[in-house]
């Protein structure tokens, strides 16, 4: 009975066109561990492997900054935004490979929430609202969050480019497939979160408006990769440092203790 009772998670099941050997995957989790040029190291590459040896079918990276811009969220997060970068992740995904796992790249513009950005010392967001909530510590932030400037019509076509050329690294870089990033209050996520957009062009104001800028991401980043790479987006029903989506999982915390 107990084996029968998780028969489908161990039964394979494919992703798009990604085939995989069971239904266990690795959430994405930041770990701040790269190099402070965004290279993956040695110890990332042990790190997925060892998910990858020990029978996960598909992993998912970590968030992966997508430009030398704006988009980096942490001092020491890992990128695919050059070509140094994609030839280091190279390795990790063969390692993957050689396991017989399957890896995803998760691309990330961090927008507001970016608190660690050796490239700017602003951040950008669909408005000039301030996330809510505070910078993480144990990310090696503190205090209130920036109030970002808003984006121009010129700097949102380049975080449209931006994830287009990101996802053609990681295909090059032998990726099975990228999970574009807009959940946890993060750029894609901004936009759709009324408080923080409170834009009077296409893309704020009304729901359609507000999911516009994910929805051309995701189009771009297909038409971009081809149809043999799978990509999907990640959403959250919360902004990442929302004051109530911290509180409720300060209450989930303390039910489950």
Known sequence: MHAQRYETLFSPTSVGDVELTNRVALAPMTRVSATAEGLPTNQMGGYYRRFADGGFALLITEGLYIDHQASQGYLFQPGIADAAQAECWKRVVDGVHEAGA????????????SQGNPHMDSTLGPSAV???????A???????????HAMTSEQIGEVREAFVNSARMARDAGFDGVEIHGANG???????????NTRADAYGGNVANRVRLAAEVCRDVVEAVGADMAVGIRISQDTGRDGKAVQRAANHRQWQS
């Open 138 to 148: 144990m990310y090696r932030g503190s205090g209130p969050f920036q109030t970002p």
């Open 130 to 136: 301030r996330p809510r909530g505070q910078q993480l």
């Open 186 to 196: 993060y750029l894609l996520d901004e936009f759709l979160t009324d408080y923080l």
């Open 102 to 113: 399957k890896i995803f790249a998760q691309l990330m513009h961090a927008g507001s929430q």
